[in-house]
């Protein structure tokens, strides 16, 4: 990924997020975690710092998802992976998901682990079906009177 997708990664998160955590969460919470989590200053940051990995696919000549994962310090958390609605179940996220093992190997991660809204069963299922598995269920407090209540699920590596 380089500074040109960020603008439009981030409209992706929006269309992503809107068709998945309407059901999950409330619009206000959605709002709040895309302006945290997609500001481009961020974003870009995070481009230029090499315990963050960021990556997109493309099909079609769309983008059809991407990945951010970053090192925390011998394992690797797969922050972010996202696919297009129009694109899913064509293995874009397969794709994505090896390329941070790849990635994450090469760093000597020992795990990779995620966090998934414990009411996305779509995402639940397919995480299990890579080899994840839920090793807790937790609720974090991300402030200003929201949280998310989480699995945890791990890989080792």
């Excluded at 690797?76 to 998901?97: E, F, I, M, N, S």
């Excluded at 093992?101 to 020992?110: E, I, N, S, T, V």
């Excluded at 079906?129 to 929201?146: H, L, P, T």
Aim: net charge neutral.
């Amino acid at each position: 990924m380089n500074a040109e997708d960020v603008a439009p990664v981030s409209a992706l998160a929006r269309r992503v997020w809107q068709s998945t955590y309407s059901a999950l969460i409330s619009q206000a919470q959605i709002d709040a975690m895309l302006s945290d989590r997609y500001a481009p200053a961020r974003i870009r940051a995070q481009l230029d710092d090499s315990a963050h990995g960021w990556w997109v696919a493309h099909q079609d000549l769309m983008l059809a998802g991407f990945a951010h994962a970053m090192m925390d310090p011998a394992d690797c958390k797969l922050d972010k992976l996202y696919v297009h609605p129009d694109a899913q179940h064509r293995g874009v996220g397969q794709t994505l998901l090896h390329a941070i093992r790849q990635w994450a190997g090469q760093r000597h991660a020992g795990r990779l682990w995620l966090q998934v809204n414990r009411g996305n069963a779509q995402a639940i299922a397919a995480y299990r079906k890579y080899g994840f598995r839920i090793v807790e269920s937790r609720v974090f407090d991300i402030g200003n009177g929201f949280v998310m209540d989480d699995y945890l699920m791990e890989q080792r590596l």
